[in-house]
């Protein structure tokens, strides 16, 4: 049922076209379409055309450098990747994370939380959401709504600013801080600081709640036709604390199924390997992986906002998870499982991290200077958060002389690989198939990928944006036209 | 205070220095008070004259101010938009020369040769980067030695043979083929009787010799040139900085 598509029958005869790279997503990927004559779709793939060994670079490295080194994977996630890599790193130190130390992180994680899903909404998002996903091309971008909802652009660049503020002032630094260390945290927040942070949080709430407003109103503006964009039913996986609540920082793993029936829960994430297999394909650098006990056919999962706000039971600040139940009863439900409801789930946890950073600055520990702990030393770390883009796992292996020996990271966006390929093939079906190609119809696809906020840079650890082409090609493999799409969203022949 | 000693005195960039017979123009500018950018120079130890960014014109001639003797009269120019520029380039060489990745380095904030470079207003490495592959060893229980980090700034070499009396470094090879070795016969400082409390351990002006475990401890803002520039760390009197013990 599921990879119907991902592999054309007689590839032969049929044209190629590809979009590459797909952009307003971070990172460099491609698409590629097989079709016939009569432009009937016989394979669609979303797939990474670049790859760097991260996991061989920092083979013999000292692992409490690895923290801060990972931050280079990503230019996008940093933090992320510092905060899941500490972990690890906890563990190998066989470190207890001090209360205080442990709600820091909380915050520092918050905050890009906050940035980030304000970054992919206002920036990448709401040009397709707002002007409609074929309006003109020169409107579609962050100018176009600057131009058109004034107040919407500032408020999402205020979003923004703020949880950049959290992460510079818990990390000692814009990007690359150094604040997460093995076993703890190197600094507290001081009351200045906290005072100054404080000064906004309740602006930063209330247009967190703003943002919720919007995407609820555009969802419900065509409910049937955002709920059925791209439409599949598939298994979620996330972490969920240990009473269910919704928890980016820590937990254990729950998985459900299509119908919502638990595949697996509260699992001890340092065992991954048990529940979840990569399988690797030829046309991908990126792996495909897959919860063991269902299969490779079955497996195949989604992460990020829309997993986590469903796979919840609840959300513990009063805004976000008044938002939440309002989401779960629409339309009966109809939209947990849709695509384009990643973009609404993604708000309702902003409100979370806006709310969740109030309620941490009030709180007297982040004074503390009880800030780090060790214990006895281990050869192995498994580090796991919930990223902006969903499960982001890091696990390590040292040698006796502290050295890393072995580095496995799944990233969110390799476990969403199937996921995305899944939703492009519904809107080439849904919207390309015996269509005359135009830009419009193409950036479907891309609204498609984009949902999902991939962050194509983490899974291909390679950094940069460019322009998209689109090519035609007959069955001979000749160029029967090309389209360019320059970064500022100007299209030419 | 009357002049009643008869002291000899150079002049650098028009200032008159006094020195003391035996005294390096290096030497008599750190007692007065005046910087020259240096980085392989450390007063308790013997001046070696590697990294030649102390390099002064004196009487017109380029000289390294840590080797070269102070002598009566001489005229000493150091603060020069073209020796900043000659001294940019060395610390720029020395940058693509090793393999120095700042942003992920815990020396950073700590780092003479960042340091320098802030100092000397470079902006890039200019010069393309050898890459070269540098060996790393984590064989000791308390030093991680990273060879991607070291300038050959000899001071570990001299401190070790010096003030540890163990000569647990060497310098070996020539050219850019030139490293530093381990003195043991395995190679490995874990096979060596080199300690963390060792001053050879403390001296390395880069991230080269670490101890272990401690990296980025020091939160961003409280390290030492945070809010100092170099040439304000390098002026003030010689601090030992005690290990940390776990
Ligand atoms: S290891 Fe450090 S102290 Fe020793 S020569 Fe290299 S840079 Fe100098
Ligand atoms: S300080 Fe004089 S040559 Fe290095
Ligand atoms: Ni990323």
Same mark, same amino acid.
């Given at each position: 049922m599921t990879f119907a598509l991902e592999t054309a029958a007689h590839p032969e005869n049929l044209k190629r076209i590809v979009i590459e790279p797909v952009t307003r997503v971070e990172g460099h990927g491609k698409v590629t379409l097989l079709m016939d004559e009569d432009n009937r779709v016989h394979q669609a793939r979303f797939h990474i055309v670049e790859f760097r060994g991260f996991e061989k670079f920092v083979q013999g490295r000292p692992f409490w450098e690895v923290p801060v080194l990972v931050q280079r994977l990503c230019g996008i996630c940093p933090v992320s990747h510092n905060l899941a890599a500490c972990k690890a790193m906890d563990m190998i130190i066989g470190a207890t994370v001090p209360v205080a130390a442990d709600k820091l992180r909380r915050l520092m994680h918050m905050g890009q939380i906050l940035q980030s899903h304000a970054l992919h909404f206002f920036h990448l998002s709401a040009p397709d959401l707002l002007f409609g996903f074929d309006a003109a091309v020169g409107k579609r971008n962050i100018a176009g709504i600057v131009a058109a909802y004034p107040d919407i652009a500032r408020q999402g660049v205020g979003l923004r600013r703020y949880g950049q503020e959290v992460i510079r002032l818990t990390s000692g630094k814009r990007v690359h801080g150094t604040g997460v260390i093995p076993g703890g945290m190197n600094k507290n927040l001081s009351l200045d600081e906290r005072d100054y942070l404080l000064k906004e949080i309740d602006q930063i709430i209330a247009w967190s709640q703003a943002a919720v407003e919007l995407i609820k109103v555009i969802y419900s503006e065509r409910p049937d036709f955002h709920n059925s964009f791209g439409f599949y039913r598939s298994s979620f996986m996330s972490l969920v604390r240990e009473d269910g609540a919704l928890d980016l920082y820590h937990g254990g793993?729950?998985?459900?199924?299509?119908?919502?029936?638990?595949?697996?829960?509260?699992?001890?994430? *340092?065992?991954?390997?048990?529940?979840?297999?990569?399988?690797?394909?030829?046309?991908?650098?990126?792996?495909?992986?897959?919860?063991?006990?269902?299969?490779?056919?079955?497996?195949?999962?989604?992460?990020?906002?829309?997993?986590?706000?469903?796979?919840?039971?609840?959300?513990?600040?009063?805004?976000?998870?008044?938002?939440?139940?309002?989401?779960?009863?629409?339309?009966?439900? &109809?939209?947990?499982?849709?695509?384009?409801?990643?973009?609404?789930? =993604?708000?309702?946890?902003?409100?979370?991290?806006? /709310? *969740?950073?109030?309620?941490?600055?009030?709180?007297?520990?982040?004074?503390?200077?009880?800030?780090?702990? &060790?214990?006895?030393?281990?050869?192995?770390?498994?580090?796991?958060?919930?990223?902006? =883009?969903? *499960?982001?796992?890091?696990?390590?292996?040292?040698?006796?002389? /502290?050295?890393?020996?072995?580095?496995?990271?799944?990233?969110?966006?390799?476990?969403?690989?199937?996921?995305?390929? /899944?939703?492009?093939?519904?809107?080439?079906?849904?919207?390309?198939?015996?269509?005359?190609?135009?830009?419009?119809?193409?950036?479907?696809?891309?609204?498609?990928?984009?949902?999902? %906020?991939?962050?194509?840079?983490?899974? *291909?650890?390679?950094?940069?944006?460019?322009?998209?082409?689109?090519?035609?090609? %007959?069955?001979?493999?000749?160029?029967?036209?090309?389209?360019?799409? %320059?970064?500022?969203?100007?299209c030419r022949a | 205070m009357g002049a009643l000693v008869m002291s000899k005195a150079i002049t650098i960039d028009g200032k008159s220095v006094s020195f003391i017979d035996g005294q390096t123009i290096m030497d008599a500018a750190l007692a007065a008070g005046v910087y020259i950018p240096h980085l392989c120079h450390n007063p308790e130890f013997e001046p070696h004259g590697n990294c030649k960014l102390c390099i002064v014109s004196v009487n017109g001639r380029n000289m390294t101010a840590c080797t070269m003797p102070a002598a009566e009269d001489m005229v000493v120019a150091s603060n020069t938009p073209e020796l900043d520029s000659d001294r940019q380039a060395l610390v720029q060489m020395l940058f693509v020369e090793g393999n120095h990745i700042c942003p992920a380095c815990e020396a950073s904030g700590n780092c003479q040769l960042q340091a320098a470079a802030y100092y000397l207003k470079m902006l890039s490495p200019h010069f393309m980067h050898f890459y070269p592959p540098r060996e790393v060893d984590a064989s000791h229980p308390d030093i991680f030695l990273d060879l991607n980090r070291c300038i050959l700034c000899e001071l570990c070499v001299r401190a070790s043979r010096e003030v540890d009396g163990k000569n647990v470094f060497g310098i070996s090879g020539r050219g850019i083929g030139t490293h530093l070795v381990v003195n043991a016969a395995s190679g490995r400082l874990g096979d060596t009787n080199f300690a963390v409390t060792d001053r050879a351990a403390q001296v390395c002006p880069t991230g080269a010799i670490l101890i272990k475990r401690q990296g980025y401890k020091i939160p961003i803002g409280q390290r030492t040139f945070d809010h100092k520039k170099i040439s304000e760390v390098q002026m003030e009197p010689v601090k030992r900085t005690e290990p940390e013990h776990e």
């Open positions: 793993l729950r998985a459900r199924d299509e119908h919502g029936q638990t595949i697996f829960d509260h699992v001890d994430y *340092t065992h991954y390997w048990d529940y979840i297999h990569e399988e690797v394909k030829s046309w991908s650098y990126m792996k495909f992986p897959f919860i063991r006990a269902r299969g490779r056919e079955q497996g195949w999962y989604r992460v990020g906002p829309l997993a986590r706000i469903n796979n919840c039971d609840f959300i513990p600040t009063r805004l976000a998870e008044a938002e939440r139940k309002i989401f779960k009863e629409f339309g009966g439900g &109809s939209a947990t499982q849709a695509t384009l409801a990643y973009h609404w789930a =993604r708000m309702i946890e902003m409100l979370h991290a806006a /709310e *969740t950073i109030q309620e941490l600055l009030h709180d007297p520990d982040l004074q503390s200077d009880d800030l780090v702990s &060790s214990g006895e030393r281990q050869l192995r770390g498994v580090g796991v958060i919930e990223a902006p =883009r969903g *499960t982001l796992i890091h696990h390590y292996r040292i040698n006796e002389d /502290e050295q890393i020996v072995r580095a496995n990271l799944i990233v969110s966006t390799t476990h969403n690989n199937q996921a995305m390929n /899944e939703a492009v093939r519904q809107v080439a079906l849904q919207y390309l198939d015996g269509q005359q190609l135009t830009e419009g119809l193409l950036n479907h696809i891309e609204v498609a990928i984009r949902a999902f %906020d991939p962050c194509l840079s983490c899974a *291909t650890h390679a950094i940069g944006k460019m322009p998209l082409e689109v090519e035609l090609m %007959d069955a001979a493999g000749a160029l029967i036209q090309r389209l360019i799409k %320059d970064s500022d969203g100007q | -």
